[in-house]
């Protein structure tokens, strides 16, 4: 168990449906991480944040939004959805501010657009 | 831009035996962070090893170890004694560790490694 939550576990929605997927950090762990992970274009960096603000931003399409909260979970927002949005999303936390600190991954949220 | 390379889509090895998993990567930077991570059938990503460009000496997590050649930016993955429970898919990952970066990841395609009794 890396600590890292993630909810839900699977979505299965339609194309033009928003979702929204929420990642709980590691306790102590200020930085979140969100990647996708889809066939084509295998693990990628979508967005990061930082004790409540955004550090920095990866290949993250503009129908995609994501926050950290006060309490430092976390929610990345899918809108408009497509086909190709099908994927597993992954959130990954670290303490953050500390580079040789690792990453811990969720278990994921497997998304499913019929 | 970084880019990590893995040359091996697929690799398979016998029970009890070594295999070795190939990552090459491109960078400008002095300082960096290399990693492996492994994810079985269950999809988690489960960090396996991690190496500080800045030390020499090859890092070894029990039955896993690597081998990094910075001059080369080479960092293979060695398994040794492989077990049934090995089976998944291997990726390498590179990490900036320059003052300022964001600490993202950027992995490799992954290597898929099957283990036969």
């Known amino acids: 168990d890396s600590g890292v939550t993630q909810t839900p576990k699977h979505l299965i929605t339609a194309t033009g449906q928003r979702v929204t997927l929420r990642c709980s950090p590691r306790?102590?762990?200020?930085?979140v991480y969100w990647y996708q992970q889809s066939l084509d274009q295998g693990l990628q960096f979508l967005i990061q944040y930082y004790n409540g603000e955004e550090r920095a931003k990866g290949n993250i399409l503009e129908r995609f939004s994501a926050q950290q909260f006060p309490d430092l979970h976390s929610e990345l927002n899918l809108s408009s959805l497509e086909l190709g949005d099908s994927a597993l999303y992954f959130c990954a936390s670290s303490v953050g501010g500390r580079e040789n600190q690792p990453q811990h991954f969720g278990d994921g949220t497997r998304l499913s657009i019929l | 831009a970084q880019t990590v390379t893995q040359s091996q889509p697929e690799m398979s090895v016998q029970e009890a035996e070594t295999v070795t998993l190939s990552c090459t990567y491109d960078t400008s930077e002095s300082d960096y962070y290399l990693f492996w991570y492994k994810q079985p059938p269950s999809r988690q990503m489960i960090l396996v090893i991690r190496?500080?460009?800045?030390?020499?000496q090859n890092a070894t997590e029990n039955r896993f170890s690597v081998n990094f050649q910075k001059a080369a930016k080479s960092f293979s993955l060695k398994i040794s004694d492989s077990q049934l429970g090995d089976a998944a898919m291997y990726f390498c990952a590179y990490r900036s560790a320059r003052g300022g970066s964001n600490y993202k990841l950027t992995f490799g395609k992954g290597t898929l490694l099957t283990v036969n009794p």
């Open positions: 190496q500080e460009a800045y030390k020499q």
């Open positions: 306790s102590g762990d200020l930085s």
